[in-house]
């Protein structure tokens, strides 16, 4: 019976623990799933508009250094002196660069740029080329280096980086003629201003200016200026311009610059769904705590329930295997302990079963009523439960036929015969005390048999043996008990 509740209380737990953990998935993972891909959708349109707008202030700037080239050298005049002219003198180079100079003041824009001047083919400058420059290229080389930068095409201009290993700055180069070259710098930091993003992004956010290499040229973590681009991210943004992709770390967004570069905006996917995240764990710990008090509610209240009911259950079990006449077993309770009983003897245990019957009932009950027959057969179940001992059966096989069944000690057959003996004596005295005045009017006496074994016998074994020997006690006179000690005497019939 208690392995019957534990398995009542198991079941229980495992079903509040299932309704709960169906309940944390559906407050946890579903919500989680959807609104992972509305903020997915969100950033993506929040970085397709952010990066559109980084692309069109970088190109403005772009625009803006190549239209004031333009305008720095509308006059030809400006530029025709050429240092391979061997007719041009020391005073007509001088002149030169004093108009680009005064060029330059009447723009008013050299603020903004490092360097700002004309290289010639001969590596000769003009104009504001920097200290730093100069000495880079003092061994010669400068006009060559620049001249690689410049594209064939019509525009016969172009926009570099990194020269000599200088990370900080960015070069515009135009041509001017097959001589001379126009040079434009400026540090990177300058493009801090055009290169910022609308602030909802979080600060781990990741926006670079690339080259055709994917070499950073700008970046808004200074650090990795110079550095060549996270490969997952180069990965996402080699096929495709001008969209978002959401990858396993990243969800990127490329576009491209007027001069080819381009805009890169990156954002961690673990930093967009951080909220998402922490969310996710609380209503996880949340789901998880609940679970734990359920449970604990769930013992509370099926300790509660089950102290009446088992103690119902129980006392039902007794009203279904008692005898209510009597208190001894029932036929079925007695047989289905009997045979309990038998399934688990050990080798060498001697059992002995009896089965005893009034004699001249019928006399009780037409002389003196059924309800004093019921008496009697009830003192004669009290007279079995006062002998019954800590290993003996009693059971009620209906009407005023009983039957016990003992387990005897003895280490040899006949030795635990005599205390079956011992037994019947006393069950005999104990009646005739109890039923002296019913035997001297009535007759009532008792026929016992009795069936002693160390064999494992069945119940229907023993039973019938010992049916058979109460039966000869009637045949032979009644009053009286018939022994058999199993397989010596008698046998299965």
């Known amino acids: 019976m208690d392995e019957y509740y534990r398995k009542i209380q198991f079941r229980i737990i495992v079903l509040f623990s299932v309704v709960l953990l169906l309940l944390t998935f559906f407050l946890t993972v579903v919500p989680y799933k959807r609104s992972v891909a509305s903020i997915q959708n969100n950033f993506s349109k929040l970085m397709n508009g952010g990066g559109g707008q ?48 005064n060029r330059i003041d009447e723009l008013g824009t050299m603020g903004n740029y ?31 280096e620049f001249e690689k930068t410049i594209s064939l095409d019509g525009s016969q201009d172009g926009w570099s980086f990194a020269h000599k290993g200088n990370y900080d700055k960015l070069y515009y180069a135009k041509r001017l003629n097959k001589h001379a070259i126009l040079i434009m710098s400026f540090y990177g930091h300058e493009m801090e201003n055009i290169f910022k993003f609308p602030e909802r992004i979080s600060k781990d956010m990741i926006a670079v200016l690339v080259d055709s290499d994917n070499r950073i040229l700008y970046a808004n973590n200074s650090e990795i200026v110079g550095t060549i681009l996270d490969h997952e991210i180069a990965e996402m943004t080699s096929y495709d311009s001008d969209r978002t992709i959401v990858g396993s770390k990243y969800m990127v967004m490329t576009t491209e610059c007027m001069n080819g570069w381009r805009v890169i905006c990156a954002e961690p996917v673990s930093s967009m769904l951080e909220n998402m995240v922490k969310y996710q764990r609380f209503m996880m710990f949340f789901a998880l705590g609940c679970c734990g008090m359920f449970i604990l509610a769930a013992q509370f209240l099926y300790f509660k329930i089950s102290k009446p009911v088992k103690g119902l259950v129980s006392e039902l079990n007794i009203q279904a295997s008692v005898d ?10 007695f047989r289905e302990h009997v045979a309990n009983r038998l ?22 009950n037409d002389n003196l009523g059924h309800e004093y027959g019921d008496e009697v057969i009830a003192k004669l179940g009290n007279i079995l439960k006062e002998l019954a001992g800590f290993d003996a059966y009693m059971g009620r096989m209906g009407g005023d036929e009983f039957a016990a069944f003992l ?4 280490n040899h057959l006949f030795s635990a015969d005599r205390a079956a003996h011992d037994f019947v004596d006393q069950l005999h005295m104990a009646f005739d005390r109890t039923f002296e005045e019913e035997r001297r009017k009535y007759g009532l006496s008792i026929s016992i048999g009795v069936v002693t074994s160390a064999e494992h016998l069945t119940y229907d074994d023993f039973y019938r043996m010992a049916d058979d020997m109460m039966y000869q006690s009637k045949r032979t006179g009644k009053d009286k008990t018939t022994y058999c000690v199993y397989p010596d005497e008698g046998g299965i019939k």
């Open 343 to 364: 399934s688990q003897m050990k080798h060498g245990t001697i059992h002995s079963f009896v089965m005893l019957d009034m004699d001249n009932f019928k006399q009780i």
């Open 54 to 101: 980084l692309r069109a202030n970088v190109d403005t700037f772009f625009q803006w250094t190549e239209k004031t080239a333009s305008l720095m050298f509308s006059d030809e005049s400006i530029y025709e002196y050429d240092p391979i002219n061997s007719s041009y003198d020391e005073y007509e180079k001088i002149q030169v660069n004093s108009k680009i100079l």
């Open 324 to 333: 209510q006449l009597t208190g001894v077993f029932n036929k079925n309770a």
């Open 114 to 144: 490092v360097d700002f001047g004309v290289i010639y083919s001969n590596d000769e400058t003009a104009g504001w080329i920097s200290e730093s420059m100069a000495t880079q290229y003092i061994n010669g080389g400068l006009y060559s």
């Open 407 to 410: 387990t005897l000690s003895g």
